[in-house]
């Protein structure tokens, strides 16, 4: 509780200085005219009002609309396809042997610069969110699942062997339960990645999204919405980690927890 | 009539070295061990001398370089379908809870499910964890662990039970428990048991016979010393018994050397232990 209270005071800090930093009835002390604090970075109250009138006239639902179907497509479609590929790699040790120098040097990739080339090939629409969204994904996704399958227990893998498990068995009941650890703590950090894919891909060509709504705000220098369609990202964002982090208590149960190292 | 449940013939074992690939190592050599139908074969050796590669084959989970291993007179192919083992690590599965641990092998070999978890409670209570079906393993002691994973070999039934140091882990008072446990199950039945284990004192109160292994390189038997003690016994008073006494000292004098040369061994430089 008296966490949770200081935790609302750095809040309140840090809004209130926003606040009175950026109120053009104060007089500059840094700039030479005492709007400009407010042109360059907003004034809270302004941010928060265009969230409402968003919500009030309706026009933003359309475009959130857009990009969580995006961002939700690349999240799911790049953690199966991390997953698949990721089971695959790490059991068949000559396969992984022939792509390590491949996965390496794509991992190794700033994939952002793809999203010119996926405007390309599958236009503006939703497709070309999606597909640097997975890019982004997938390689976190696929990294923990290959590690979490070749750090199986030997010992575990050879009781279960001794128990009559053949392959298929092996599997379902000790690789995919062992690698599912790994896959959810890679979850965490590819929700908002996720994000990342979809509001670059809209930033950079798109005619809807709030990618697309903070592209359009910046060209007229409306920074108060800049922020706004920030802080609705964030918020959602949040959600979808949230939904994860619930998915995983619920799943991996069997962990012993307290150790207390994802509180941060 | 007499077939020996468990025979390894001259087995030898050789690993590529890290260091070295032109010069494999050989942890086991020319290596020949029989057990009898319902015999209780304790296995001793100094550290590092390949006794889990030795039981490793036996299990079917390594094949030997040469050498043959016969289950029932039956050359053996794989893993061994007829034995259960019993590792010295943490075997569980941390993702499933002590009742689903349990029942795991019925499961792979398709038991149906309510006629395994009947099964498996059962086998639960027999171990004394009766009221623990629902715990993961990490909220088990590790005596309790132990227990869930000798169920887990014994409700296959296994004709042949490989048991790798399995108590080694825990403290002395819980491993007497343990040890008392395992002679109670064992004497119902009367399985064929090779129980490998560096103490000397364990294998001699457990056993019916102890196989002394020679320090590595190249391990293999180099005494067989049979235990007269009558059963049934209770590990923790027999100790103290004068055939007892009499029986430790005389395998003693023939493993000190080899426990004395293992030593040594491991003091030398540059030298790839196993294990």
């Known amino acids: ?264 | 009539m007499n077939v020996p449940s468990l025979a390894l013939e001259r087995i030898t074992c050789r690993f590529a070295s890290a260091d070295d690939p032109a010069q494999p190592y050989t942890a086991v050599l020319d290596a020949s061990l029989t057990v009898q139908a319902g015999e209780f074969v304790a296995v001793v050796g100094p550290t590092g001398c390949g006794k889990s590669t030795l039981l490793n084959v036996a299990a079917g989970l390594l094949a030997p370089s040469s050498g043959t291993v016969r289950v029932f007179g039956e050359p053996l192919n794989g893993i061994n379908r007829r034995a259960g083992y019993m590792f010295q690590a943490e075997a569980l599965m941390p993702w499933r809870t002590a009742l689903a641990n349990v029942c795991a092998g019925l499961q792979f070999r398709g038991v149906e499910e309510t006629e395994a978890r009947r099964r498996g409670t059962e086998w639960l209570e027999r171990v004394g964890l009766g009221g623990f079906g629902s715990r993961y393993p990490h909220q088990l002691s590790g005596g309790m662990r132990k227990r869930v994973a000798l169920a887990q070999m014994l409700i296959l039934n296994p004709e042949i039970l490989l048991m790798d140091e399995p108590f080694s882990a825990l403290d002395v008072q819980t491993r007497q428990l343990m040890e008392n446990e395992l002679l109670a199950l064992w004497s119902a039945d009367r399985k064929s048991v090779v129980f490998i284990t560096h103490d000397l004192e364990e294998a001699i109160a457990l056993s019916d016979r102890v196989v002394v292994l020679s320090a590595g390189p190249g391990t293999r038997p180099i005494g067989d010393y049979p235990i007269d003690l009558p059963r049934p016994r209770d590990v923790s008073e027999i100790r103290l018994e004068s055939r007892f006494v009499e029986l430790h000292s005389r395998i003693w004098h023939a493993m000190k050397q080899e426990v004395v040369k293992a030593y040594l061994r491991q003091l030398s430089p540059g030298r790839a232990t196993a294990e």
């Open chain 1, 1 to 264: 509780m008296k966490v949770v209270s200081l935790q609302l005071l750095v809040l309140a800090v840090v809004l209130g200085a926003w606040a009175l930093l950026t109120n053009p009835s104060i007089p500059a002390f840094y700039f030479d005219d005492p709007n400009k604090a407010a042109f360059f970075f907003g004034e809270p109250a302004k941010v928060f009002l265009c969230i409402v009138r968003w919500f009030a006239s309706g026009e933003i639902y359309g475009h959130l609309w857009v990009t969580l179907v995006e961002t939700l497509l690349a999240f799911v479609l790049g953690t199966a396809g991390g997953v698949a590929i990721g089971l695959w790699l790490g059991l068949a040790p000559l396969a992984s042997a022939i792509f390590d120098p491949y996965i390496k040097a794509l991992n190794a990739m700033p994939r952002v610069i793809l999203a010119p080339i996926f405007m390309v090939w599958f236009g503006l629409g939703i497709a070309s969110k999606v597909a640097l969204g997975f890019t982004l994904v997938f390689f976190i996704v696929f990294f923990n699942v290959y590690q979490g399958v070749r750090e199986v227990s030997p010992t575990v893998l050879a009781n279960a062997r001794m128990l009559g498990a053949g392959r298929r068995q092996l599997l379902q009941h000790v690789f995919m339960p062992s690698a599912l650890s790994w896959v959810f703590a890679s979850l965490h950090n590819s929700v908002g990645l996720a994000f990342v894919g979809a509001v670059v891909g809209e930033y950079l060509g798109s005619a809807e999204g709030i990618g697309y709504l903070i592209h359009q705000a910046e060209g007229v220098f409306d920074i108060n919405t800049v922020f706004a369609g920030i802080i609705l990202l964030t918020v959602f964002a949040l959600l979808l980690d949230l939904t994860v982090g619930l998915l995983e208590r619920r799943l991996m149960a069997w962990q012993p927890r307290g150790a207390g190292a994802d509180s941060l």
